[in-house]
């Protein structure tokens, strides 16, 4: 089986962007905004916009199932306040619901949560506990910049983040660190800000003791870790100089890097520098990097196109096809399992 574990309802009826458009119109006044029942959108609408795009494309690629999220640059969660942010997020998730109940074999959900710059995190509570014990679920995506840019949350380690942590645990579902669209004009949002988040999100895991607080603790980096498998000497050096343990002990029992690397050498020196075991195939499609590669014919998110090329084991490849999916999202695997997969 081919697993990806990295795909956003990109395609999505404009009805969604319209009544999101009303809704942000409405700020200064949200009694005068939509209600979430004014957005109305047909399964058969909700079909096309799957089978003609994302489903297509995963026949085309050979890729058997796609954890799916809403639209990463759409969470916008630095737009409005806490409840603004409550009632989008319940919106886009209740569809991604609707996608994975009319396609349950090739799609299984990761919930956006309801993120708000300053907002007390337990805000998020009860919409994680809807998307996994009522939706079905299998993991969330974890915002750690809900300014949009502008870095306003404490880091990652602070205890500001444990009452999703200690969530995360007792429902044993990982996050996805992924940031939405930037509004700080200095970078571009999935160019820089994408990347930058990975990577100072790993920075922040390294310079913690947070999986010894919390060992159970499951993040999937995405976009190939950032700018971390690359620089891999300079945080092994990093780690080593704050007297950490090395980072295979400190780090890779509770991080995961996606394989939404755009080119060969990309997957290369991923697949070389980061242990098998950590490495989760992905592409991200369809999404921020869309055209066609001029040096090799085919699309750049084609993803897994570079892992068959990969000078990898058998074993290996597996494990970053479909193995380590199933050990990091655990309600993925027990649902295959109930399917006989
Ligand atoms: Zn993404």
Redesign the pocket.
Known sequence: MIIDC???YTTAPKALEAWRNLQIAALSNPKRGPKAADLKIGDDELRETIVNHQLAKMRERGSDLTIF?PR?SFMAHHIGDVETSTTWAAICNELIHRITTLFPDQFAGAAMLPQSPGADTRSCIAEIERCVNEYGFVGI?LNPDPSGGHWQSPPLSDPYWYPIYEKMVELDIPA?V?VSTSCNACFHTTGAH?INADTTAFMQFLTSDLFKVFPKLRFVI??GGGAAPYHWGRYRGLAQEMKKPPLTEHLLHNLFFDT?VYHQPGIDLLTKVIPADNVLF?S?MI??VRGIDPQTGHYYDDTRRYIEAAALSDDDRHKIFEGNARRVYPRLDARLKAKGL
Do not use: Q
Request: aromatic share 6%.
């Open positions: 990295h795909g956003h999220s990463a995506n996805m992924h994408y995405p976009h939404c992905a991200e999404g921020a």
